[in-house]
Each structure stands twice: as structure tokens, then as C-alpha cells.
């Protein structure tokens, strides 16, 4: 059953993909709502699963926030020495690094495994929990397929680069839930994974995304079209519990 849900996660995630191909002429608008669901997903989603799910302390500081910090420090970390070393190379300093892109986009389709895994792992705790945590997984891969072939097409890879990110993104969720068959993966290290990668997700939407959307425009609209889908990520959440 979890990996026929699955199914429909990854229907979900190429059809964001699709729309976020298709709006390239509105590319301000189409990064100001990447940015929205980015910072949706990691404030209202991740980061307080990932702080029940991983509920001890590191000195006073529960160990998914600490990890969440981390995860914003290395990708700043990844980028910055990126840059420097295309620098090194003759290249412009405000050019973007593809590799940053990639890099980005492979840690996106790490969190659709995950989400395969805790899809499996809900199934295997009874149908009605399945069903809940399949309603929050199929909502929201619609952002995590929009969202990695976006970043992928930011840093400057080319249009199949970012097809081949979002075709691995969407088959992520199968291959976990159909793992799940064979292993279960501690509450605590999911926990601590979801901070990480918020962290890390965060970086890319405030250091990023939001920034370049921007840049050449900066509308109301672009400013809009970034609360809609912080307020559509609020949605998909409340209807999931």
C-alpha cells in the first residue's frame, strides 16, 4: 500500500516540476514562490517534526536545532568554497555555481527518500496514520518537485540536468517506502536528519532564492507570490493533522 501511494508522490513531484519549467517567463515570480514553500516547508514541516522526532539535549539545546544550525553553516560553508575556488579559475564572483545546484538538488531528493521511508514506516503503524502522513507527503511533493528544478536551473545547469534531478526526486519517494520492507529507521535519526536538512534548506531560500527573485523585480506581486506559498505549506499541514 505505501509504495502504491508512493505512486502518487511521484505523480506530484513532476507535475512542480512541470509548472516550474513552464513559467520561465515569469522566472521572479516562479523563485518568489520557491522561495515561500522553501521557507514553508522547513518552518511549519520540518524543523517541528524534527524537534519532537529528535527530542534530546545537547548542553541545554534540544539536538535538532543544533543540527538545523549546522546544516545552515555547511551549505553556507559548500557555497562559499565553491565560489572561491571558481573564482580561483578566472571566473566572476557573482556567478552561480553549478555545482551548488546539484548539490542542492541531491539533498532534495535525500528528503523525498526520507519521506518514502516515514510514508512506509506510517503504514506499517496502522492505516489511519498511513493515510495522514500520505496526504502530507503527495501535498507537498508538488513544492519538493518545483523546488529542485528550480534551484537545479538557478545555479546555471542546463534544462537536462534539472529534468534528470527532478526525475530522481520523483522516484525517491518509491524506492523508501519500498525499503521500509526491509528495515525501519530510528525516530531519533530521522529526527536529527529532518534539522539538518532544514538547516541546509533554509540557507539556499534566505541566502539564495528570496535575494535573486528580487533582484531584477522587485514587485509586489514577487513578495506575494512568497506568502502564498508559505500560507499554501501552512494548509497542506493543517490538513494533515
Not at 575556488?85 to 526520507?114: C, F, I, K, Y
Not at 512506509?120 to 513544492?143: K, W
Not at 536528519?193 to 534566505?206: I, N, R, S, T, V
Request: aromatic share 8%; glycine share 12%.
Amino acid at each position: 500500500m505505501a509504495v502504491f501511494v508512493a505512486l502518487g508522490a511521484f505523480l506530484m513531484t513532476l507535475f512542480g516540476g512541470w509548472v516550474a519549467g513552464r513559467v520561465t517567463d515569469r522566472r521572479h515570480l516562479v523563485l518568489g514562490l520557491a522561495g515561500g514553500l522553501m521557507l514553508g516547508v522547513v518552518g511549519l514541516d520540518l524543523l517541528p517534526e524534527a524537534v519532537e522526532a529528535a527530542g534530546a539535549e545537547v548542553f541545554g539545546v534540544p539536538q535538532a536545532l543544533l543540527l538545523f544550525v549546522g546544516g545552515f553553516l555547511l551549505a553556507h560553508l559548500v557555497e562559499r568554497l565553491l565560489a572561491v575556488r571558481q573564482a580561483a579559475h578566472g571566473a566572476d564572483r557573482d556567478e552561480r555555481v553549478p555545482q551548488v545546484g546539484l548539490t542542492a538538488a541531491a539533498a532534495m531528493v535525500g528528503h523525498s527518500l526520507m519521506d518514502g521511508i516515514a510514508l512506509g514506516a506510517a503504514f506499517q503503524i496502522g492505516g489511519g496514520m498511513g493515510a495522514t502522513v500520505a496526504l502530507a507527503v503527495i501535498t507537498h511533493d508538488f513544492a519538493d518537485g518545483f523546488n529542485t528544478y528550480t534551484i537545479t536551473s538557478l545555479y546555471g545547469n542546463a534544462r537536462h540536468k534539472a529534468v534528470v534531478m527532478l526525475v530522481a526526486d520523483a522516484l525517491a519517494p518509491i524506492v523508501g517506502a519500498a525499503s521500509t520492507l526491509f528495515f525501519s529507521l530510528p525516530e531519533e535519526l530521522l529526527g536529527s536528519y529532518l534539522g539538518f536538512f532544514g538547516g541546509a534548506l533554509l540557507y539556499l531560500a534566505a541566502a539564495e532564492i528570496l535575494p535573486e527573485a528580487h533582484h531584477d523585480h522587485p514587485a509586489r506581486s514577487t513578495l506575494a507570490c512568497t506568502v502564498a506559498g508559505v500560507a499554501f505549506i501552512w494548509l497542506v499541514v493543517g490538513l494533515s493533522h
